[in-house]
């Protein structure tokens, strides 16, 4: 609009103005993709105060049956030392079972910890689980898809894992479950670039005895005023280290970011994301708009979280977004903002059922044929009929075939 203006007309901060006024035009702050930088600085999490108090665990699953039926693998870490316990189990495990295994290997030899850091993996979000952790005393800590990086310190420790486990079945064979308690050794042992030592010597305060370093024991090392202060010391080494990681990790992710900050009384937009098969708003696909609203914000959660003030019919919506998923609403008098009915999911997402089957013809590759169904799609309103491979359809609407006027023709 400038380029075009420039050429007939001129006045006083003109390309200011029309910066200003393109800015505040309604529907570009709707629909317009951002072009810079993620928002939101990352936040570390806290770094533990003493040996497995803090902890963080994980599955490993998809895993060879061994020959004692087991499938995945149980991985719980200590925040601070880095220690680890891998304990086999099975997929099918009963949480009385995931709990006794929990209290025998982690309660019996380290105590209760404080909080557990974990995805959101239905056996940590259940209720017996939480109400087993509550009864405890620990709180548990759940990663969200804005913060992945919460249980980042189980995930590498699985990378770990899985490499020493490929590396043993290559050279050895047989059964991975035979390996495990050696790689649990191994992991233990192996010297940790955050702490500066490995885990086990964090943990117990000396180095474990291997062929490679053999310390006999005495009584003035075991007991005494110099194992304490020595004890503290260590800890107080590992803190330090975790502190400079953790500072230096935050500074390389920050590069990549853009620190942005909303006041209480604001007006956002709020960012919802085009899905394929996916109604928003009377349009489908690439054509909805990519934001929605605006609305005030009532209260910050943090450094990078706000609570919104959502409509009523948005009342099932979680109302606390991470600052990525805001867009600053820019005011303007002339601006009429339509009253729409929305119904999104919790994941922010429409969903949409489809009417019936309308067509069906069959797609030639090279080796192989592809059947396809023309489907009508309706939705407040709105019908549109797409093509779609019916083994999908099937797999995910099996219903629409049972009624069908092609049933008895190959449907």
């Known amino acids: ?65 061994t020959p004692k039926k087991k ?36 309660v019996r030899l380290h105590g209760v910890p404080t909080s557990i850091i974990s995805d959101r993996d239905p056996r940590f979000t259940s209720r017996f689980w939480n109400k087993l952790q509550e009864a ?116 390389y992710a920050d590069l990549k970011r853009r620190d942005i900050e909303f006041n209480v009384g604001d007006h956002v937009f709020l960012k919802v994301s085009p899905w394929k098969k996916v109604l928003r708003f009377g349009r489908k696909g690439k054509l909805s708009p990519r934001f929605i609203g605006p609305y005030e914000i009532i209260e910050r959660i943090g450094p990078v979280a706000y609570r919104l003030a959502l409509p009523p019919e948005l009342e099932k919506i979680h109302n606390v977004f991470h600052v990525s998923m805001l867009r600053r609403y820019r005011s303007d008098p002339s601006h009429v903002i339509p009253h729409t009915e929305i119904e999104l999911q919790s994941d922010m997402t429409y969903s949409e059922e489809p009417v019936k089957v309308l067509a069906r013809e069959v797609k030639e590759l090279r080796n192989k044929r592809v059947p396809l169904v023309k489907v009508l799609w309706h939705r407040h309103g709105l019908e549109e009929a797409t093509w779609e491979t019916e083994e999908s359809m099937r797999s995910q609407y099996p219903n629409l075939f049972s009624g069908n006027k092609f049933r008895g023709r190959n449907f």
């Not at 200011?16 to 928002?39: D, G, M, S, W, Y």
């Not at 806290?46 to 497995?52: L, R």
Request: with cysteine; proline share 5%; charged share 25%.
């Open 1 to 65: 609009m400038y380029c075009d203006l420039k050429k007939m007309y001129w006045w006083p901060g003109m390309k200011r103005e029309i910066c200003e006024f393109v800015a505040k035009c309604l529907i570009c702050q709707q629909v317009k993709a951002e072009h810079q930088v993620p928002t939101g600085l990352l936040q570390p999490v806290m770094i533990p105060e003493w040996k497995w108090e803090h902890v963080t665990m994980d599955f490993v699953s998809g895993l060879p049956v």
């Open 71 to 106: 499938d995945s693998i149980w991985v719980i870490v200590d925040r601070l030392t880095k220690s680890a316990h891998f304990i086999p189990v099975r997929t099918d495990f009963s949480l009385d079972k995931l709990a006794e295994l929990y209290v025998s290997e982690i």
């Open 136 to 251: 405890l005393g620990t709180k548990l800590k759940f990663s969200t898809a804005f913060h992945p990086q919460t249980d980042g310190q189980s995930e590498r420790v699985i990378q770990i894992l899985e490499d020493m486990l490929r590396c043993c079945i290559l050279e050895f064979s047989g059964s991975w479950e035979r390996y495990l308690p050696l790689a649990e050794f191994a992991y233990n042992n192996s010297y940790q670039a955050s702490i500066k030592m490995a885990p086990f010597e964090a943990l117990y305060g000396r180095k474990c005895r291997t062929p490679l370093y053999w310390s006999e024991l005495s009584e003035s090392k075991l007991v005494g005023v110099d194992l304490i202060r020595e004890t503290k010391e260590k800890v107080q080494i590992i803190l330090e280290s975790l502190k400079a990681a953790s500072d230096r990790q935050k500074s």
